[in-house]
Structure formats: structure tokens, C-alpha cells
């Protein structure tokens, strides 16, 4: 079955970094757009980023545009985000997704931006 596993969340200050990944099992990876999505309290999930199947096209939010980067490696079947110049409007539970609009979607990883 599909499995995505997102890790590397966690506490940071404003203006830090941190970068997550997303694990993907149980289907072909390199044939699918992968995304990571956020949801902060009382808001509705959001689209952070994409990138297409081979890498070859990525879109951003344009919160994020200039800070977030997403890049993928077929060979470990894993999805990256990496997060500079973060904010406090960052926290959220970021979400590792498959497709857009998704299908399948990860348990999530907290990310708390805070001094």
C-alpha cells in the first residue's frame, strides 16, 4: 500500500532553517508529481509547493517563494522541503502528498517557528 513518511520537523527560531523529507513506498515514485502541503491551527490546508515527476517543473506559493525549496531523489524515493528565513506564519503540520490534487497524503510533522 502507499506509504509517506514525513521526518524532520521540529522548534525553531525565526529566520532558522530546517528541512524535511518524505519517504515514499508501495508505488512507482519516480512516475509521480509529489507536493508538501501545510495546515496551521484554525486555517485550511494549503498547497506549499510541487515538483513533477523528473524534477523538471516546480511551483511554490508565493509565501514561500525565495525561502522554501522542494527537490526530489528517485533513487531513495524520497521528497524534500527545505526551509530557510523561516517565519512564525510558517508553523503548521506540513504534509507530504502524492499528485496534485492529492490522493494519498502522510501523517504530517509539526513545524513550530518560534523565539
Known amino acids: 500500500q502507499v506509504q509517506l513518511v514525513e521526518s524532520g520537523g521540529g522548534l525553531v527560531q525565526p529566520g532558522g532553517s530546517l528541512r524535511l523529507s518524505c519517504a515514499a513506498a508501495?508505488?512507482?515514485?519516480?512516475?509521480?508529481?509529489m507536493g508538501w502541503y501545510r495546515q496551521a491551527p484554525g486555517k485550511q490546508r494549503e498547497l506549499v509547493a510541487t515538483?513533477?515527476?523528473?524534477?523538471?517543473?516546480?511551483n511554490y506559493a508565493g509565501s514561500v517563494k525565495g525561502r522554501f525549496t522542494i527537490s526530489r531523489d528517485n533513487n531513495k524515493n524520497t521528497v524534500y522541503l527545505q526551509m530557510n528565513s523561516l517565519k512564525p506564519d510558517d508553523t503548521a503540520v506540513y504534509y507530504c502528498?502524492?499528485?496534485?490534487?492529492?490522493?494519498?497524503w502522510g501523517q504530517g510533522t509539526q513545524v513550530t517557528v518560534s523565539s
Open positions: 515538483i513533477s515527476s523528473r524534477g523538471g517543473i516546480i
Open positions: 502528498a502524492r499528485e496534485n490534487p492529492p490522493s494519498y
Open positions: 508501495g508505488f512507482t515514485f519516480y512516475a509521480y508529481t
